[in-house]
């Protein structure tokens, strides 16, 4: 670790916290793309409107009444105020203040003199990187908070400060913690492994047996977990999080809980690993058995379940930096400054996919709606209100959320072991689904084309004998299922000339030869384009449709409304300038093509245009 007392190298340092500190805010400055914050919204929302904590499921039909632990109701309040105040970017606010919270706790806990070098700088860095998924706005991100602070409140403890007053602190800590996650029981392995390391101290004769501090250190304990059980659900609260963990088909099916990968290893938690046998011959020469237990139990959470891999780097980051040696020689500057730099670059690689989304940057004020079903909702309101469907697991909290008249079938909450089990039957086979579909009287189901990648697969599912495609658009794909009851439903809506799933654009032709089948295809389409109209498929195939059946003003004015909602995307701007060299007018056409150029400088087919009409001139 460089290390230098100079006023100069003091505000280098202090310089150089401030741009990381900042860029730590800035960088979790991410738009809302978390499927869970909407049942957390919601379930506020039911407090605030009913005056009442729920403590029973009052949101599926799956699941409604059954016991329901809500450990985060307060999490679940503080989102909701702010939402209330800001709507969207003020949730977006809070977590970027959350994580810089979180850092600004990191650093509290390095020792100061060892704050001003590179390896603090790098390692909290690393920190941040490997961590950066899981600072979404999800209650998980206040367990980081209090769980540094926790570490924190130890530290100022060690320094002999009133114990009355760090009681207090204590027992506040766990009152919050204890209502706002259910993770609250790590701050009593914390506290105990602290206790631990003094008991065995004493029985080495290292303290003295007046110091006192293992009863001090279960008092602490003691403080802590009767804080925690001034919840809404009491003793509960402890025993809910090992009754969930104990649900191993639903979290080997959950990517969050499934085990570290490949690119953890070779990212901010492999560096990690390549210090750790340093660190662990530090803490055993001084002695520190606590911080030793801390890390060996973090480090099997995270290697266990991949979401902890966070938490792992946020405690270790704090602990590595206050146990690596201190170099002090010149030509070793160099070998440090080179692994600092070394250090960023890593961290800069770890986090470029999570920055980037579909080549669209996820930095921003609002929500990724392209993750959410924002629209097939709307059709749902208008004609579905009555009916019961199934959802995408997923989506069920953002259903909860937009649709609070209606009771979803499932959603991100720990369900209920054999609805997960039907839930993951029913998107295997097409028997299972109608027999899932059969059990709980499911008349829809609502799905994501985000995952479901293969038409034909989907259509093996949703056999068109048994449902039928109502509505469909960017994101999502509504099936309803072929009942006396629901043949209204598919008269007026159903896929049934033109089906996205089963039909390429290249079918057009041949299904426009059709005379008696245009006026349904017309629909069919322009239902599809109403639907979303920035589903670009929908849109070229009604293009298209208008295109090959002469129509090029109706085609003209349908480009000109999606180039206004899409500017992005060249294939608009392309079939615009086609649209007006049909309608002769030359100069817009142009115009056009440039634009298609704009967006996508590699369209041959535009640039081939442009030229042909630039020499006609």
Same mark, same amino acid.
């Given at each position: 670790? #460089? ?29 809302i793309a978390n499927f869970d914050v909407w049942w957390h919204l919601a379930t506020a929302r039911f407090s605030f409107e009913n005056g009442t904590i729920p403590t029973t499921d009052v949101f599926s039909f799956t699941n409604y009444g059954v016991s329901w632990v809500n450990s985060e109701w307060f999490s679940e309040v503080l ?139 279960? #008092?602490?304990?003691?403080?802590? !977990?009767?804080?925690? #059980? ?77 979401? !902890? ?38 961290g800069l690689l770890y986090l470029k996919p999570q920055l980037y989304a579909n080549q669209e940057l996820q930095v921003g004020w609002g929500v990724s709606w392209q993750l959410f079903p924002k629209k097939a909702v709307r059709f749902i309101k208008e004609n579905l209100a009555d009916k019961q469907g199934g959802n995408e697991y ?39 689904l109608n027999r899932v579909a059969a059990k709980y009287n499911l008349d829809y189901m609502l799905i994501s084309r985000l995952n479901a990648t293969d038409p034909q697969e989907v259509l093996k599912l949703f056999r068109p004998e048994s449902w039928g495609l109502v509505y469909w658009d960017n994101n999502s794909y509504l099936f ?138």
């Amino acid at each position: 670790r #460089m290390y230098d007392e100079s006023p100069a190298t003091t505000k280098l340092y202090s310089f150089l916290w401030l741009c990381l500190f900042s860029l730590i805010f800035l960088l979790s400055l991410k738009k809302i793309a978390n499927f869970d914050v909407w049942w957390h919204l919601a379930t506020a929302r039911f407090s605030f409107e009913n005056g009442t904590i729920p403590t029973t499921d009052v949101f599926s039909f799956t699941n409604y009444g059954v016991s329901w632990v809500n450990s985060e109701w307060f999490s679940e309040v503080l989102y909701y105020v702010f939402y209330l105040i800001g709507k969207f970017p003020a949730l977006v606010l809070l977590k970027g203040l959350t994580a810089l919270g979180v850092f600004f706790l990191v650093y509290k806990l390095i020792v100061p003199d060892n704050r001003f070098s590179l390896t603090a700088l790098a390692l909290t860095w690393l920190a941040f990187c490997g961590s950066y998924s899981r600072f979404t706005l999800r209650p998980h991100t206040l367990f980081f908070f209090w769980l540094l602070a926790l570490f924190y409140l130890i530290t100022i403890y060690q320094k002999k400060e009133n114990l009355v007053n760090l009681l207090l602190l204590f027992g506040s800590l766990g009152l919050a913690w204890g209502n706002s996650h259910g993770s609250a029981f790590y701050s009593l392995i914390v506290v105990g492994a602290f206790a631990v390391e003094c008991w065995i101290k004493r029985l080495t004769n290292e303290l003295q047996e007046n110091d006192g501090y293992g009863l001090k250190y279960i #008092m602490i304990w003691l403080f802590l !977990f009767f804080a925690i #059980m001034i919840n809404p659900h009491g003793l509960d609260i402890y025993f809910y999080p090992f009754r969930a963990f104990s649900h191993h088909f639903q979290l080997s099916h959950i990517t969050e809980y499934t085990k570290v990968g490949k690119n953890e290893l070779f990212g901010p938690l492999g560096f990690f690993l390549l210090l750790s046998p340093w660190i662990i011959y530090q803490l055993i020469k001084k002695h520190q058995l606590a911080y030793l237990l801390l890390l060996a139990f973090f480090a099997y959470t995270a290697f266990t379940y991949g979401r !902890f891999v966070a938490v792992l780097l946020l405690v270790a980051a704090p602990i590595f930096i206050n146990n690596l040696p201190i170099i002090r020689k010149p030509h070793h500057k160099i070998i440090t400054t080179s692994i600092f730099f070394l250090t960023i670059a890593i961290g800069l690689l770890y986090l470029k996919p999570q920055l980037y989304a579909n080549q669209e940057l996820q930095v921003g004020w609002g929500v990724s709606w392209q993750l959410f079903p924002k629209k097939a909702v709307r059709f749902i309101k208008e004609n579905l209100a009555d009916k019961q469907g199934g959802n995408e697991y997923g989506w069920g909290g953002y259903l909860i959320w937009a649709l609070p008249e209606k009771r979803v079938f499932i959603d991100g909450r720990f369900a209920d072991p054999e609805l997960f089990s039907d839930y993951i039957a029913m998107t295997q086979s097409s028997i299972n689904l109608n027999r899932v579909a059969a059990k709980y009287n499911l008349d829809y189901m609502l799905i994501s084309r985000l995952n479901a990648t293969d038409p034909q697969e989907v259509l093996k599912l949703f056999r068109p004998e048994s449902w039928g495609l109502v509505y469909w658009d960017n994101n999502s794909y509504l099936f309803v299922k072929r009942t006396v009851n629901n043949q209204p439903l598919l008269d007026s809506y159903e896929y049934r000339t033109f089906n996205p799933l089963r039909d390429k654009l290249e079918f057009l032709p041949s299904i426009i030869q059709d005379k008696k089948k245009l006026p349904r295809l017309e629909q069919e389409l322009r239902q599809a384009y109403q639907a979303d109209n920035s589903n670009q498929f929908a849109a070229v195939a009604l293009g298209d449709f208008y295109q090959q059946t002469n129509n090029w003003q109706r085609s003209l004015t349908l480009w000109q409304e999606f180039v206004q909602i899409n500017p992005r995307i060249s294939g608009g701007w392309f079939r615009l300038g086609l649209a007006y060299e049909q309608l002769n007018d030359q100069p817009n056409a142009i115009a056009a093509y440039k634009k298609a150029l704009k967006a996508q400088p590699d369209l041959a087919a535009a640039q081939k245009r442009l030229t042909l009409l630039k020499t006609t001139e």
